[in-house]
């Protein structure tokens, strides 16, 4: 049974949410717009049947032994968020399938320097710390295999401490920062795979070294620091 006092709030909750993205607005007082979904594409944050142990008070919330489906795909993990000058949101999230798409800002919008001082702008409101699980994650229709990520989020940088996937049966790993105007730094990506064929479809057109892209091989690529 939940307890509350004048301190604070404990108990066990569910959230079955067909129209979610209703059940967000109706919220969104509640919450500080860097936590809004306006952002995000209209295929996410649609329904949603969740359970967890809630703990509240003080200016800070937590949710433990998250578990359920959003958007129809099995989710476990936990999510706090602590309000101030500065909002501070920590999550531990386990997807059992995702689609990264339409959680990620447009690489073109985002290519401009407009849109990456739009995007870091955004993030500078969040102190977040993300860690994220999927055990069957996809990218513009193609398969990325598991995908492990850890990133974190302070003023205006963006660190990406880790970034594990599949893509196309070869091995990725990425780490990195992305500071004030976009600047990257501490950059590190490395790709290998067993047969590069599959990669052909994803370079540009009438690109000269395209039929090279075969049998075994690795690319690595790094950044100094700032």
Do not use: H, Y
Request: charged share 20%.
């Amino acid at each position: 049974l939940p307890r509350a006092s004048p301190a604070g709030f404990s108990g066990m909750a569910r959230l079955a949410a067909p129209d979610l993205r209703a059940t967000l607005n109706w919220l969104a007082p509640l919450f500080p717009a860097a936590l809004a979904p306006s952002g995000l594409a209209p295929g996410v944050l649609r329904t949603a049947d969740l359970t967890a142990k809630v703990e509240a008070g003080a200016g800070q919330g937590s949710l433990s032994d998250l578990a359920g489906t959003l958007d129809g795909s099995p989710l476990t993990g936990r999510l706090g968020v602590k309000l101030g000058p500065r909002l501070g949101l920590g999550a531990e999230l386990s997807f059992d399938r995702l689609a990264l798409d339409p959680w990620l800002p447009d690489p073109a919008v985002v290519a401009a320097p407009d849109g990456m001082a739009a995007a870091l702008a955004r993030a500078a409101g969040v102190d977040a710390d993300l860690r994220l699980q999927v055990r069957q994650a996809t990218l513009r229709g193609e398969p990325m295999g598991q995908l492990a990520l850890d990133v974190q989020t302070e003023a205006a940088r963006i660190t990406l401490r880790r970034l594990e996937a599949s893509p196309l049966g070869a091995r990725l790993t990425a780490s990195g920062m992305v500071g004030e105007g976009g600047r990257v730094s501490e950059g590190s990506l490395e790709v290998s795979a067993t047969d590069l064929a599959p990669f052909r479809r994803l370079l540009p057109a009438r690109f000269p070294l395209a039929p090279l892209a075969r049998g075994p091989g690795s690319l690595r690529c790094w950044t100094s620091r700032a």
